[in-house]
């Protein structure tokens, strides 16, 4: 572990690699404070420019982005009170009645120490399960693989936005849209309507950016009147004195440890890790009155949490190819991409790149601890940049980076037509990460499982005889069940 480690931090060091990781932590942090704007769109559109790299230097960009947008959404969730990002919904409770108080610097020094602090945690927690975890993967054969995707997918529709219904639904369409093309055991045109464009079948890429980016620019374009109240960003109290951080300690680790938990599993994400550890600090609170209306043990939860699920959420992407969140399936795109399966196997076949994504996300929290300490006044100010200015340039990348795919305009009507779902989708309060993560993983599912019945003779028995794909059915099984109940629950109460 350790010589792989010092591989890969050898890696990151490279000029180039570490030019790309202070650009990618810069960029993240930048778009990450524009209200309206996602690290999953950055990602998705800085996805054509990597087909030019090495596949190390594209995914230590990605990660980079990864991490410095979750963390500069605390910038306008701290100043504005608009989260960059969903992730910092929880930060803006406290963090700018905080502010508005007259303590903004305060506020932003306790957000960035927290997201330094949950960042390292998780990423200690990677380093240590990463490898060990994918060991133990490779004993799986194609039945365990197609329960535990299959386990997946109902936890992801289960604990996405919205109800149990709409995710699973979500994640349908998203198996269903990645169905056209060549079926990979009959070797015949499928879903493809006899149009000979969709015989290679919907790429990636274009569906990417049409559901991240293009939704989102129909969204901001219907919300460019917005005006939000404005506090100055001050660097008074930016540094946390050592009473600080022996006085947050506890909560910091608490946090941490929660939103590494809530990153690994598979598409709950950074939003759901930072409610959750706000709620449980709270809770525990002498004080829970304070919670917002500036508490600070609020702010640390929040951020803590959130950074520290980018770790959680990278464990399972590397060892067994699941993502752990909406851009962590992006990342798979990306590796996919520069010809590299995901998967158990990952360490053995790309182990150069694998030990180079886990020293990219250490740099890049470090990276990001200075950046925001020294530049947060002037990223406050980029944030404030009116959208109608930011838009058209945006729509010039996805048009460019959708049709540089192939030279051809079908990836550009692709790219449209997914934006135009994704908004809908949106919209009808249906979330996108099933939908992705179903396009992304329903391919791998269906290969695992023809693979497995044509070992068995056409006979699906082995998914209730052999004990590992067994238990992930029964866990999906129970999740389910749990989540219908759950629901059902609910909507009684309300009735009531």
């Not at 410095?68 to 963090?95: C, H, K, Q, Y």
């Not at 946090?255 to 706000?278: E, N």
Request: proline share 5%.
């Amino acid at each position: 572990m350790i010589d792989g480690l010092l591989g890969g931090l050898a890696l990151v060091f490279h000029p180039w690699a570490f030019f790309f990781v202070v650009l990618g932590t810069v960029l993240g942090i930048t778009v990450g404070a524009i209200p309206g704007l996602t690290g999953a769109m950055l990602i998705a559109l800085t996805l054509p420019l990597t087909y030019y790299m090495t596949p190390t230097d594209a995914v230590v960009l990605l990660i980079a982005m990864y991490v410095g947008s979750v963390t500069g959404g605390l910038i306008t969730a701290t100043l504005l009170r608009m989260p960059g990002t969903p992730s910092n919904v929880m930060t803006t409770f406290d963090g700018y009645p905080m502010a508005r108080a007259g303590k903004p610097g305060r506020a932003l020094g306790l957000g960035i120490s927290a997201s330094f602090i949950g960042g390292l945690v998780s990423w200690v927690f990677l380093l240590l399960l990463a490898k060990p975890l994918s060991i133990w993967a490779t004993r799986f054969g194609p039945f365990e693989y197609f329960t535990l995707i299959l386990m997946a997918m109902v936890l992801i529709a289960s604990v996405s936005q919205g109800s149990l219904v709409k995710g699973l639904i979500a994640g349908m369409l998203g198996m269903l849209a990645s169905m056209p093309g060549v079926d990979p055991s009959a070797g015949q045109p499928r879903l493809t309507f006899d149009w000979y464009m969709l015989n290679g079948g919907l790429k990636l890429l274009p569906v990417l950016i049409g559901v991240f980016a293009v939704s989102q620019i129909i969204n901001d374009i219907l919300e460019l009147g917005k005006k939000a109240d404005r506090v100055e960003a001050s660097s008074s109290g930016l540094l946390m004195s050592l009473r600080d951080w022996i006085r947050h300690s506890a909560n910091m680790l608490r946090s941490s440890l929660i939103g590494t938990f809530v990153g690994i599993l598979p598409g709950v994400g950074a939003s759901i890790g930072s409610v959750i550890a706000y709620t449980v600090t709270r809770n525990v609170s002498k004080t829970p009155d304070e919670f917002g209306k500036g508490s600070e043990a609020g702010i640390v939860a929040s951020e803590a949490a959130n950074n520290a699920t980018i770790g959680g959420a990278l464990i399972p992407l590397i060892a067994m190819g699941i993502p752990g969140s909406v851009i962590d399936a992006i990342l798979i795109g990306a590796l996919m991409i520069h010809s590299i399966q995901p998967g158990p196997t990952l360490f053995l076949t790309n182990g150069d790149v694998v030990w180079a994504m886990i020293a990219a996300c250490l740099i890049a929290n470090i990276v990001m601890l200075f950046v925001m300490m020294g530049s947060v006044g002037w990223v406050a100010r980029l944030a404030t940049i009116p959208r109608q200015f930011l838009l058209p340039v945006i729509i010039v990348f996805c048009i460019v980076g959708s049709f540089g795919l192939d030279n051809t305009m079908f990836d550009v009507w692709v790219m449209l037509i997914f934006g135009l779902i994704g908004f809908a989708l949106e919209r009808a309060r249906y979330p996108l990460g099933p939908f992705v993560i179903g396009f992304v993983l329903a391919p791998l599912m269906e290969e695992k499982l023809r693979s497995g019945l044509m070992m068995s003779g056409g006979s699906i028995l082995p998914v209730f005889t052999r004990p590992v794909a067994l238990l992930f059915l029964v866990a999906a099984v129970v999740l389910l069940t749990w989540s219908l109940i759950s629901e059902w629950r609910q909507a009684r109460e309300r009735g009531r």
